[in-house]
């Protein structure tokens, strides 16, 4: 329910950073930059990311290789408009 900022390397004011690999963030869906680690933990992280206080949330840049295509789409998707 929160906007979406996506390609973010650091937090705004006022942003839930969801990092991975060497762009730390509050939660981080692989700090190796594993896409099945990644994949495994999106959905964690974007929970996390909800109930924090922070009003948005923002996602560090992920490769778009092998996994990285599922998890960019379900992160673009999420980003929409509503």
């Known amino acids: 329910s929160k906007p979406l900022r996506l390609h973010a390397r650091e937090a ?9 690999g060497s762009v ?3 939660a981080n869906l692989s700090p190796a930059g594993d896409m099945v680690e990644a994949a495994a933990m999106l959905f964690d992280c974007l929970h996390q990311a909800e109930a924090a206080p922070q009003a948005r949330i923002a996602v560090a840049p992920i490769p778009w290789n092998g996994l990285g295509a599922a998890i960019n789409d379900r992160l673009r998707r999420a980003a929409a408009p509503r």
Do not use: T
Request: charged share 40%.
């Open 12 to 20: 705004e004011e006022d942003e839930w950073l969801i990092g991975f």
């Open 24 to 26: 730390a963030g509050d």
